[in-house]
């Protein structure tokens, strides 16, 4: 049984800083891109970034650049999400997610597997 179990969120004022992990099971790591979605209340869930199966490659959607930066470790089976200069608009729920593909994608059908989030609340 795959899981992908989201860690690290909370409530942080307005330009401190989280770090995400998502920890997978039951699939073999190094064959899926992961990507970290989030979703605030009444508005869809959004791409926030991506890594390739290897690592070489990654994709973040322009709000967060140069704030946000994605990672993963195969010997942990882990991905993170290190996240600085938080900004109110940045309170979600987020996500992570597995696609079995070498670049994963932005698109939400593209991908296999989802955690069960977790929440993020930047105070101003």
């Known amino acids: 049984q795959v899981q992908l179990v989201e860690s690290g969120g909370g409530l942080v004022q307005a330009g401190g800083s989280l770090r995400l992990s998502c920890a997978a099971s039951?699939?073999?790591?190094?064959?899926?891109?992961m990507g970290w979605f989030r979703q605030a209340p009444g508005t869809e869930r959004e791409f926030v970034a991506a890594?390739?199966?290897?690592?070489?490659?990654?994709d973040y959607t322009d709000s967060v650049k140069g704030r946000f930066t994605i990672s993963r470790d195969s010997a942990k089976n882990t991905v993170y999400l290190q996240m600085n200069s938080l900004k109110p608009e940045d309170t979600a729920v987020y996500y992570c997610?597995?696609?079995?593909?070498?670049?994963?994608?932005?698109?939400?059908?593209?991908?296999?597997?989802w955690g069960q989030g977790t929440q993020v609340t930047v105070s101003s």
């Open positions: 039951g699939l073999t790591f190094r064959r899926y891109a």
């Open positions: 997610a597995a696609d079995r593909t070498e670049v994963a994608g932005r698109l939400k059908q593209e991908y296999d597997y």
């Open positions: 890594i390739s199966r290897s690592g070489s490659s990654t």
